[in-house]
T-cell receptor, first 115, second 113 residues
């Protein structure tokens, strides 16, 4: 898999259902972030989970991280039509060249919530 | 606060033409980034800057140049546009790296004919 690869590529659900998106990565990370992109707009940060955390909540969002499996999931509960967007995971890892960090974005999951 | 702004929003170029995309942020962020977004490929980093007067290459820097003369501005230049540079370009900024989120502009849709 690529660093930060989302699954599924596209997801269509009914309003009120839960939506789960997964992200897998290859190398060790410092933290993992999820972003949302509405059609024709820039990305907006949703939530960050550190490598030593296993679960994090923010409103209707629940993020899990399993560093042993190198994977994360984003759960949106009780979805709404307004949740229709693309969702991207971003893995933040050490940049061996600079000593700082670099962020790598996945290709995203397109979520469509039907009213 | 306007956040991160980009100009122009849309542009059509002919092969070989040049142009500059302007990104401005009013959050006093040190770090700024230019990405391109192509269907099915997510965001790819073109160039970035860790502070005023600095620039560095990202994942796909060929065919692009950048400048960061002022802390709040980050310019992306295409000296001789090619059809392969047709894409949506996003600028982003952040306070730092690591645990800092990136703030994105609305994007510039560029078509090179």
């Amino acid at each position: 898999s690529q660093q930060g690869e989302e699954d599924p590529q596209a997801l269509s659900i009914q309003e009120g259902e839960n939506a789960t998106m997964n992200c897998s990565y290859k190398t060790s990370i410092n933290n993992l972030q999820w972003y949302r992109q509405n059609s024709g707009r820039g990305l907006v940060h949703l939530i960050l989970i550190r490598s030593n955390e296993r679960e994090k909540h923010s409103g209707r969002l629940r993020v899990t991280l399993d560093t042993s499996k190198k994977s994360s999931s984003l759960l949106i509960t009780a979805s709404r039509a307004a949740d229709t967007a693309s969702y991207f995971c971003a893995t933040v890892l050490l940049n061996g060249n600079t000593g700082g960090f670099k962020t790598i974005f996945g290709a995203g999951t397109r979520l469509f919530v039907k009213a | 606060n306007a956040g991160v702004t980009q100009t122009p929003k849309f542009r059509v170029l002919k092969t070989g033409q040049s142009m500059t995309l302007l990104c401005a942020q009013d959050m006093n962020h040190e770090y700024m980034y230019w990405y391109r977004q192509d269907p099915g490929m997510g965001l790819r980093l073109i160039h970035y800057s860790v502070g005023e007067g600095t620039t560095a290459k990202g994942e796909v820097p060929d065919g692009y140049n950048v400048s960061r003369l002022k802390k709040q501005n980050f310019l992306l230049g295409l000296e001789s546009a090619a059809p392969s540079q047709t894409s949506v370009y996003f600028c982003a900024s952040s306070l730092g790296t690591g645990y800092n989120e990136q703030f994105f502009g609305p994007g510039t849709r560029l078509t090179v004919l």
